[in-house]
């Protein structure tokens, strides 16, 4: 029984571990990033339309 528990929680640990997104950047990023001085975050609008039944 201990071996399936271990065999099972090593298959979903592999499975998350090999599902992580790779990260992608320019070769210049970091002085890109040295030029900016402001960061704006914009909260989105959401608006759902309700149904006539």
Do not use: E
């Not at 065999?7 to 210049?28: Q, V, Y």
């Amino acid at each position: 029984m201990k071996t399936v528990k271990f065999n099972l929680l090593t298959g979903i640990t592999l499975i998350l571990f090999s599902s992580c997104a790779k990260i992608f950047s320019s070769p210049d990023a970091k002085n890109l990033a040295q030029s900016h001085k402001v960061i704006a975050i914009v909260p989105p609008t959401v608006s759902i339309a309700a149904k006539k039944m």
